[in-house]
């Protein structure tokens, strides 16, 4: 008898998670920007961080309780642990987002002050776009099987290419988008507080905050590519997809702020990232062959990740040798 591993969600599901996620948005937007214009410290990072983690967990609870009352036990543990794995895997990714935005600030010399707007429409991009790829994901993976093999090799592509340049940061001079903007764009060499635009003797100037909002938005299209062919490869099962994906999101404006100063003591991070992506491309690549238990799944990509984490802790950072040495 084949075991029943899917679920039918109710439209009320999806409308009672959309509602949750514009409350969140709300409270992130009112709340953490009452002191606009001031930098957010790390004792409120902290909280917010704890806040968002929290609550994963807490849906987690409420979805295994829900579950076991109406479906029974095997598949609500089944559910859980793919959005608790799902989850895993999409927050530990958009820690390597997160310093690509932090590489961009810095670039642009944007003071911490005025990096919560550019945060706040970044998050609000990447939760839109993930709700896209998500059901244009799903759709493709009902109609065509072997797209999943597409999704592994493209997986485990990235992430050899990872674990081969992990020491190399990319090149923002070289970024193609930035060419473009300045070679069409007129763009203002100072910032102008958190304005997007200002008007110098008629003509419209673009600032550079404008041009930090454009790469963030092609990060989250780029990260977007890489993490959902990977939350795929746990389960297949929209709802538990699309949930896992945006409690990932949700607080990343408050974890970048916590690990935008920690940075280089997680300078270990993107190998274990690399070997996450490689065994989500395998197993979807063996899918028809072995289908690798979610347990173990959860269990594979939690010991990559902790070791990469202890590992960089213990281990010092290899100082830079000058360019001209």
């Known amino acids: 008898m084949e075991t029943v591993t899917n679920i039918e969600w109710s439209w009320g599901w999806y409308a009672g998670f959309a509602a949750f996620v514009l409350a969140a948005l709300v409270v992130d937007l009112v709340v953490l920007d009452k002191k606009a214009g001031q930098k957010v410290t790390v004792k409120e990072a902290i909280i917010w961080s704890l806040i968002w983690f929290s609550l994963s967990f807490v849906f987690a609870g409420g979805l295994w309780w829900h579950l076991e009352g109406t479906v029974g036990r095997e598949l609500a543990n089944l559910k859980t642990t793919e959005f608790l794995t799902g989850y895993l ?35 609000i991009g990447a939760i839109v776009l993930r709700v896209i790829m998500i059901l244009v994901g799903a759709w493709l993976i009902t109609k065509f099987h072997w797209i999943l093999y597409l999704f592994g090799l493209f997986l485990l592509a990235t992430g050899v290419k990872m674990l081969i340049f992990a020491d190399q940061k990319p090149d923002l001079e070289k970024n193609p988008v930035l060419k473009w903007m300045r070679g069409h764009l007129k763009i203002t060499s100072g910032l102008h507080g958190e304005q997007l635009t200002v008007m110098k003797d008629g003509v419209k100037w673009f600032t550079p905050m404008f041009v930090v909002l454009v790469l963030i938005g092609v990060t989250d299209v780029v990260f977007a590519v890489d993490s959902i062919p990977a939350i795929f490869a746990i ?14 999101i949700l607080g990343l404006r408050a974890l970048y702020f916590l690990l935008a100063d920690m940075a280089d003591r997680f300078h270990l991070l993107s190998y274990g990232l690399a070997l996450v992506l490689i065994f989500v491309g395998v197993k979807m690549l063996i899918v028809d062959f072995w289908k690798i238990p979610v347990f173990m799944s959860l269990g594979v990509v939690g010991l990559i990740l902790a070791t990469a984490i202890t590992v960089s802790l213990i281990v010092p950072k290899k100082a830079e040798t000058p360019a001209n040495q």
């Open 89 to 123: 895997i999409e927050k530990s990714l958009s820690v390597d987002n997160i310093f690509v935005f932090l590489m961009v600030f810095t670039y642009f010399a944007i003071p911490a002050e005025y990096q919560r707007r550019a945060l706040v429409l970044g998050v």
């Open 235 to 248: 389960t297949s099962d929209p709802f538990i997809v699309l949930t896992s994906n945006i409690f990932a």
